[in-house]
Structure formats: C-alpha cells, structure tokens
C-alpha cells in the first residue's frame, strides 16, 4: 500500500483552517478533527490553526477557546461568512473533515458554498466514499474532488474508489492511516482489577450504537463461546448515535438486550452506556483480551475504534470491512463473515484458549500501530500538503459567484 510518511520538519504552512466537528459534540467526526487539531498544534507549535466546528440542527456546545468559528448545518448564510472570514484571515491552506451527513443542503452541498468561494488551496480528508451514490451524492463529490488540490483517504480501498468510481488522477490523492493515541503496551491482566473483572475473559466492542453494528453477531456467539470459556464478559461501549436516537430511541439497544435474555446470557453482557472521553476509552481498551467487530457494513472505509483497539495492542476479530482488511491480517486477528455468528464463536474460543497465539498477535497488533501515530500521520498530511495551489475552476475562479446562491438554498 501507498502510504505517506512526512518527515520531521517545519510546517509548510504558518496558517491553516480546519472545517469539522469539534468536541464536546458526541461522534466520531468530532473525536477525529479534534485530535488532528491537538496533534497539529502538538507537532508544529508556532502553526495558527483555525477550527471551525459544524453545529447540528438546534444544538449548541461549549466548545474550548481552540475552536475559531461555527457553522450552522442548516443555514447556508454562515457558509458564506465563513468563506469570507477564512479568506480574509490570512490562512494558506483550508482542510475539511468530510462526512455527507453533518453539512447542510441536498448531500451537503452547502458546503460547495465555501470550498468553491475561497482564494487559498482547499484538502479534504474523505471519511466516506460512496462506490454507488445516488444523483445528489455523485453531483456533490465532482465538484468536492474539483475545489481539491489534495483528497486524503485512510485506506486503500478509498484510493481505488476514487480512481474507479470517481476518475481521480492517482497523484491527487493521498491514503494516511488513521492517527491514533500514544500509550505504552499494558497486558490485560493488569488493567482488568480497576473495572472489576480480575480473573475475567473480556471482549470488547465500542463506539456509537446502531443497527449496522451487527452486535446481534456477537451476542448470538455468546452461548458457545461461554461453553468453551466461562468467565467470559462481553463489553459494548458506547452511547446510541444521536439520529438513530433521535429516529428509533434506544430500540435497537432494547433488543439486543431481549435476544441475551432469550439466549441465556445476560449476566456475560455488559453495557457502558456513554460517549467515553480518550482516556475513559483507552483505559478500557487496555483491558480487552480481544477487540471485536462485527460489523455489516463491509465498504465501512474506516473505523476510528478498529485503529485505537490495534494501536493498543489488541488481537482482533472482525468482518472483513473496508478498514478490517487492510489493517487486520493472520498475524494480528481473524477475520469471518457478517452475520456468522458460529464463526465467531470459534475464532473468539480459539484465540481465548491459546494464550501463546494470543499474544504473539497483540505484539503484531501493537506494532502495527506505531506506525498510525497522530505525530506520523500529521507530519504525513503536511508532507503531502505542501506545495499543493488552489486549483482553477471555471474560468480561472470559483465556480460559485460571490452574489449567487443555488435555489434550494432559500
């Protein structure tokens, strides 16, 4: 795989903005352009870094001094002013955190208001590619890749979309890996007595609840696992993603909870019902004896969970999503079908009753994530940024007149 890994140095830019979430909001996104901000700053301590956060329908959050401006999902006014703002703030690079869903419009093409309005070079780091979008979604990421001078994926398979699907120049495009904590390697065992599982089995799986999880997978592997090793305790971290919240309440969580109760394994379930901060979440992980995903969704690119249970040092068992296959292979996990919840249950027993296995592949897996930390993927990002212009777009200038606005903008 094709991969960036900048070299120490000075940043090639004094003046950056960055367009994502921001924490204190409760998802992934928000987690991630965070820390790529602390790890900037971190890294190139005289670089001004700009973050301006995306606020959710009706939300506000008390965001930290380090966050410069907010922008309104919904209202495409504040595009428009953040546009204006950036540009006249002297930055020489704007980098955007993309997921379609937490910018305003039809597939968020509010956010083309901005992008195509600004003077300077614009990178994006792609959280999401479709290989099959719908009218809106293909429309949005042509003129996205266009308004590009740079598009960072974190996995191979990313790249390929983009050059398949997309048409992307290889040279355009950038795969840095997820960036990821710096924490010493802890064995299990010594991390388990301050969560009351001394003695215990623990397998772990956390991040924001919903349906293409394919918790049901694991809770259905439960019995067998249970026969071969009964001391076993399965933790499921995480709070329900707030728009499946929204949408459904806590339905799929309620019926995870009936289908343990129908299989005889409540007590070896256990929830953390909460958005855990980095160090709640960390100090969790390093208690795992394994890191389990099953998830559904095998075009998942990328999983923020996946890099931090593998930087940590934990053997992994997964469906072979996007991510999952890239980073997880016969030296760190295993790898099983969606939905096949007695090969679960076989590779989960296996690696549980070999401690030799076990822990020759959490060596692996904790080597593998050296190589993912934020320092070297932030140091790759602005090795690959430097250099990069603004590129022309219609007519030597932004696509998008100063004075217009698309009519479904209001």
Known sequence: ????????????????????????????????????????????????????????????????????????????ADYLAA?????????????????????????????LALVERLSIPVVVTLHTI?????????SVMDRLIRASARLVVMAEKGREILENVYGVPRGKIMVVPHGVPDRPYLPPDLAKPSLGLAGRNMLLTFGLLSPNKGLETMIEA????????????????????????????????????ALAERLGVTDALR????????????????????????????????????AYAVALGKPVVSTPYAHAAEIVGPGNGILVEPGASGAFAAAVSRLLGDDELRLGMARHAYAVGRTMLWRRTVEASMAGFAGVKAPLLLGGRPTADAHSQPAWAG
Do not use: K
């Open 222 to 257: 439960l019995p067998a696992i249970l026969l071969d090793h009964p001391d076993t305790v399965y933790i499921i971290a995480g709070a329900t993603h707030p728009h499946v919240l929204a949408h459904e309440g806590e339905r799929y969580r309620e019926g995870l909870d």
């Open 130 to 138: 479709l290989d099959r979008p719908d009218a809106d979604q293909r």
């Open 1 to 76: 795989m094709d991969i960036y890994y900048g070299m120490p140095g000075r940043a090639p830019f004094s003046h950056i903005a960055l367009i994502g979430n921001a924490l204190p909001r409760h998802c992934g996104l928000a987690t991630y352009s965070s820390d790529v901000f602390d790890a900037l700053e971190a890294r190139y301590p005289r670089m001004r870094i700009d973050h301006y956060a995306m606020n959710d329908p009706g939300e506000t959050y008390p965001y930290p001094a380090s966050v410069t401006g907010v922008i309104r999902e919904q209202e495409f």
């Open 83 to 111: 546009a204006a703002r950036i540009d006249a703030s002297g930055a020489e690079l704007v980098w955007v955190q993309h997921e379609f869903g937490i910018f305003g419009g039809p597939a968020g093409a509010h956010l």
């Open 271 to 306: 929830w953390f019902d909460a958005f855990l901060d980095q160090e709640q979440l960390l100090d969790l992980i390093e208690a795992a004896d394994l890191y389990v995903t099953p998830y559904r969704n095998l075009a998942q690119i990328t999983s923020g969970a996946l």
